[in-house]
């Protein structure tokens, strides 16, 4: 089965998507630090993801890289992050 994963960035919101559903560890985190390094300061990214271990791995992803976590919540088993680049 193919994992279809979006990546796009709303030039209008400052926001950049990436569906990481589908990916387990270390793919989402590795996926959003490259798209992270491509963003302005305070340009934000959307996140989800399905890993169970995503919610730790973003809280120290965030930690590590200093990029502020804005938003961490779970619906239906589909977590949501986003991340302001610092």
Not at 31 to 60: I, W
């Amino acid at each position: 089965m193919a994992v279809r994963r979006f990546l796009t960035m709303s030039a209008v919101q400052g926001m950049a998507h990436l569906d990481a559903r589908g990916l387990f560890c270390p793919m989402p985190i590795l996926k959003a630090s490259s798209l992270m390094e491509t963003l302005k300061p305070g340009e934000q990214l959307e996140v989800l993801a399905d890993d169970p271990a995503a919610p730790s791995d973003f809280a120290a992803f965030a930690k590590r890289t200093g990029h502020p976590l804005r938003e961490n919540t779970e619906s239906a088993g589909t977590y949501r992050f986003v991340l302001e680049h610092k």
